[in-house]
């Protein structure tokens, strides 16, 4: 398995457009799509490329044999932080995903940033993506009500939030 960084050098992007577009149906026809954009900001194909393709997002496709098998971005940066995602297709569910987790997670720590901690937050009711996190090291830290929404703006969802320190992750290094 290989992660490809999706970035943009001397004006062209590491993946085609096409393959990014093939990702984006590849979660519309594993029913992931509203579970990954939950707040209901990425809804077609455009849109997800627009999303990856924006500098704020710093995203990166994992491959086996170049078949994509999952994809993950870290967002809303801080001074040493980030917001981490992850999205795993069925190819691998139940049986790599823990794997691929901390090959992400080993990726992130040795992004030349002063990263030191990701954070995790995630609809309460995804009891599947909480327990993931955690098996792969996140610390939960609890549910705040109201925090999130689905895709019904208006129908308020408790989040819990989790997160990872550079200490806490296997290889990375304690500053």
């Known amino acids: 398995m290989e992660i490809i960084p999706y970035v943009e050098f001397q004006g062209a992007w590491s993946l085609d457009d096409s393959v990014i577009v093939g990702i984006w149906h590849k979660m519309k026809s594993q029913n992931l799509t509203d579970t990954v954009f939950y707040g209901g900001e990425i809804h077609d ?6 999303m990856f393709r924006n500098k704020a997002n710093l995203v990166n ?4 044999d170049s078949n994509p098998v999952a994809l993950s971005w870290l967002n809303e940066f801080g001074p040493n ?7 795993f297709f069925a190819d691998v569910w139940g049986n790599k995903t823990d794997e691929i987790g901390d090959m992400i997670l080993d990726y992130w720590f040795t992004i030349p940033a002063d990263l030191d901690v990701i954070i995790g937050q995630v609809p309460a009711h995804n009891r599947r993506a909480i327990e993931f996190v955690k098996r792969i090291g996140f610390t939960e830290l609890g549910t705040i ?16 939030l989790l997160y990872l320190t550079r200490g806490q992750h296997g290889k990375g290094e304690q500053r």
């Open 45 to 50: 194909s455009f849109s997800f490329v627009s």
């Open 61 to 64: 496709v994992v491959v086996n």
């Open 81 to 87: 932080y980030a917001k981490g995602h992850f999205c």
């Open 145 to 160: 009500p109201l925090l999130g929404h689905g895709i019904d703006p208006h129908k308020r969802v408790g989040d819990t």
